[in-house]
């Protein structure tokens, strides 16, 4: 059953329950009650109660010195040593994993902050994005605040703009998306994503995993906010709605930020992973039938994360 879609005629993605966390001997039966759970949220539409809009969050380090370079070239912040980066032998464990599930359609994309070319694998046509593009809409508001043309304290719907910023991005709320999107209008959006050398139709809602990686290399390098609203918006990518996906299989001592997409047959992850300055921009896009194959591709983000942060933290 597909979530309910917001006041747009584009297919967005709803908001979703808490994850539970991974642990070793349960994680088919989590996948399982994770599925469930799911299941529910998408058919009862669950969004967000009222709060007061927080204070801004800390500053990650890395994003914060890159973000006051903004607008020079280069992610400056960005120059700790990987152990390994993106090489033959990592990109054979992520071909193998993909190869090893030919049931569905996965495009994974992995791109170093540092610098150099988005790593490709799989699919690489546009996949629905589902709620992953909720992070580009942020981008471009918070870019009308910065050029005077909004305010995160404007009106909009009950609350402010900042609290519509705040659910749309940590729970998934759709009603926040459509406001946001609303306020900087469709084709604002698309010449915003253009600007990052990113396809983008907002009436279509589709991205490649590669364009997504991009997204997020813009946000987290500081090249499209400056340092108050990088750090914002990546604070709300954290100790989100559900995290069962890549932040589930990510080591301790590496810090996510991510965002991720259900509807009908999309799931989907997109994620910054960090660690001692070094960062990379990580996505996995899967599609299958149905719900009914959340778990399996559950497990298949799992394993491509694990090969990842294996051989580059």
Same mark, same amino acid.
């Given at each position: !059953?597909?979530? +309910? ?12 329950? +808490?994850? =539970? ?14 599925? %469930? ?12 109660? %009222? ?21 020079? @070239?280069?992610? %400056?912040?960005?120059? $700790? ?9 990592? &990109? ?9 599930? $030919? ?6 994309a992995l791109l170093d902050l540092s610098g150099g070319p988005v790593h490709g694998y799989g699919v690489e046509d546009p996949f629905?994005?589902? *709620?992953? /593009?909720?992070?580009? %809409? ?9 050029? $005077?043309?909004?305010?995160? &304290? ?13 659910? !749309?991005?940590?729970? *998934?709320?759709?009603?926040?998306? *459509?406001?946001? !999107? ?6 604002? #959006? ?5 600007? !990052? ?11 490649? @995993?590669?364009?997504?990686? +991009? ?8 090249? #499209?906010? &400056?340092?108050? &609203? ?18 589930? /299989? ?12 259900? #509807? ?27 719900? =009914?194959?959340?778990? =399996? +591709? ?16």
């Amino acid at each position: !059953m597909d979530e +309910r879609a917001p006041h747009l005629s584009s297919p967005y993605q709803g908001r979703h329950f +808490r994850r =539970a966390r991974r642990f070793p001997g349960i994680r088919a039966s989590l996948l399982a009650l994770g599925a %469930a759970v799911l299941a529910v949220a998408v058919a009862a539409g669950v969004h967000s109660a %009222a709060e007061a809009r927080p204070a801004r969050g800390p500053v990650p380090a890395a994003a914060a010195a890159a973000a006051a370079t903004k607008g020079t @070239p280069g992610p %400056a912040a960005l120059n $700790g040593t990987a152990s390994g980066g993106v090489d033959a032998q990592l &990109d054979a464990e992520i071909k193998r994993i993909i190869d090893d599930n $030919g049931d569905y359609q996965i495009g994974v994309a992995l791109l170093d902050l540092s610098g150099g070319p988005v790593h490709g694998y799989g699919v690489e046509d546009p996949f629905v994005a589902a *709620s992953t /593009a909720k992070v580009l %809409a942020a981008e471009a508001y918070y870019s009308l605040v910065e050029s $005077g043309e909004a305010s995160l &304290d404007d009106p909009m719907g009950d609350y402010t703009a900042g609290f519509q910023l705040k659910e !749309m991005i940590q729970q *998934s709320d759709n009603d926040s998306w *459509s406001l946001i !999107m609303d306020a900087v209008g469709h084709a604002a #959006l698309a010449d915003y994503a253009a600007s !990052m050398g990113v396809d983008y139709d907002p009436e279509s809602n589709a991205l490649t @995993p590669a364009g997504m990686a +991009r997204i997020l290399a813009g946000l987290y390098t500081g090249e #499209l906010l &400056d340092a108050q &609203d990088t750090a914002e918006l990546l604070s709300y990518m954290q100790d989100t709605n559900y995290e069962a996906l890549i932040p589930a /299989a990510v080591p301790a001592g590496v810090t996510v930020f991510q965002k991720y997409g259900l #509807l009908g047959g999309e799931l989907h992850d997109a994620a910054i992973l960090e660690k001692d300055g070094t960062a990379y921009a990580f996505v996995v896009f899967t599609k299958g039938d149905d719900l =009914a194959s959340v778990p =399996a +591709r559950t497990e298949v983000i799992h394993q491509l994360t694990e090969a990842v942060t294996d051989a580059l933290f």
